[in-house]
C-alpha cells in the first residue's frame, strides 16, 4: 500500500527509544511527506532490525542516528553507529544467513539472520541495502527505495 515513511518512522522511533533505552535514538528526517508504494510492516522491520544491531554493536549511552534523505529521486534512509565496527574483508558477509563476525562482540545473542531478512525485504521493493564503516569506529547501514511520486 501507499503511504508516508516520514510518519511511519516517527512512530517507530518512539517505540524504539523505549525499546532500547540504553541509546539515544536521533531522528534527521525531512518536513515534508515521503509516499512509497510498500508493506509497512516489512520496511518497519528492516529500521527495527537495523536499529537492533547498531544497539547491540556500540556501547551502552550512544547515539544511534536514522536518517531519511531524497537522493536522485529515491528515498534513502540509514542507521548510523558509532560502535565496534566492521573489518573490509567482513562487510560483504555480514548479509549473507547465519553470519556473524567473529570479534568481541560474538557473544552477543543472534542468529546471524536479521541481515539477510533486511535484504531480501529491501530487495523484493526495488531497493538496494548495503552498509559502509570504519573499524573500531561505527557502522551506517543504508537503504534505498524508489519513491512514488518523483520530486523535483
Ligand atoms: P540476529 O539474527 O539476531 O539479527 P545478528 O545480529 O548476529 O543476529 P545480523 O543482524 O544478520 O545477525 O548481523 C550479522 C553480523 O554482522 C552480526 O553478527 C555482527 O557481527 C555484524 N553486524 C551487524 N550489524 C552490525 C553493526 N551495526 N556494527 C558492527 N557489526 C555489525
Ligand atoms: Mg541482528
Not at 509516499?35 to 551502552?60: F, G
Not at 565496527?85 to 556473524?100: A, C, H, K, N, T
Amino acid at each position: 500500500a501507499d503511504y508516508d515513511i516520514i510518519k511511519s518512522i516517527t512512530d517507530l522511533r518512539e517505540i524504539l527509544q523505549q525499546t532500547e533505552s540504553s541509546h539515544q535514538i536521533i531522528l534527521n528526517l525531512p518536513l515534508e511527506r515521503l509516499i512509497i508504494h510498500a508493506d509497512s510492516q516489512r520496511i518497519e522491520q528492516v529500521i527495527i532490525n537495523l536499529v537492533t544491531n547498531a544497539v547491540k554493536y556500540s556501547p551502552k549511552g550512544d547515539k544511534v542516528i536514522i536518517t531519511g534523505a531524497v537522493i536522485n529521486n529515491k528515498l534513502r534512509i540509514s542507521v548510523q553507529d558509532f560502535g565496534i565496527g566492521i573489518q573490509p574483508d567482513q562487510l560483504e558477509r555480514v548479509f549473507s544467513r547465519f553470519y556473524r563476525v567473529e570479534n568481541l562482540a560474538s557473544h552477543m545473542s543472534g542468529l546471524g539472520i536479521g541481515l539477510y531478512i533486511c535484504q531480501e525485504i529491501v530487495n523484493r521493493h526495488q531497493g538496494r541495502l548495503w552498509v559502509e564503516s570504519t573499524y573500531g569506529e561505527g557502522s551506517t547501514f543504508y537503504f534505498e527505495l524508489p519513491l512514488n511520486t518523483p520530486t523535483n
